[in-house]
């Protein structure tokens, strides 16, 4: 049998003025609703999450389908890493919306298919 260890008491009567002192003199008064984004400890701020991406389904003919493969194999060789369809398709609506002579090639396109 082991013998008994007797009671011992930890004096703590100095933690809690330490811990409302701290937080007392290190973050600016605050309300929620101010409208401000909250700082670190750092003076940083953190970012707001991407908004989650949304599902589209593409229906490729053959021909089509085969192409965006291979302009995904060049962009994977040319770049030195991973390049998903996705990505590409989102840089070619991102380049229709912000350059007109692309959006008036497309809109001519559209007009004589």
Do not use: W
Not at 8 to 18: H, M, R, Y
Not at 33 to 40: C, I, M, S, V
Not at 91 to 97: E, S, T, Y
């Amino acid at each position: 049998m082991t013998p008994k260890k007797e009671n011992f008491t930890v004096n703590t009567s100095g933690i809690t003025d330490l811990l409302s002192d701290r937080f007392r003199k290190d973050t600016p008064v605050q309300s929620l609703d101010d409208g401000k984004t909250a700082q670190r400890h750092n003076g940083t701020t953190a970012t707001p999450p991407a908004p989650k991406p949304s599902k589209y389904t593409l229906l490729l003919d053959q021909d089509d389908a085969l192409a965006l493969d291979e302009l995904a194999l060049q962009m994977r060789r040319e770049a030195g890493r991973p390049v998903d369809k996705a990505e590409i398709m989102r840089l070619l609506i991102r380049l229709a919306r912000d350059h007109a002579e692309v959006s008036a090639f497309l809109s001519q396109r559209v007009r004589r298919d």
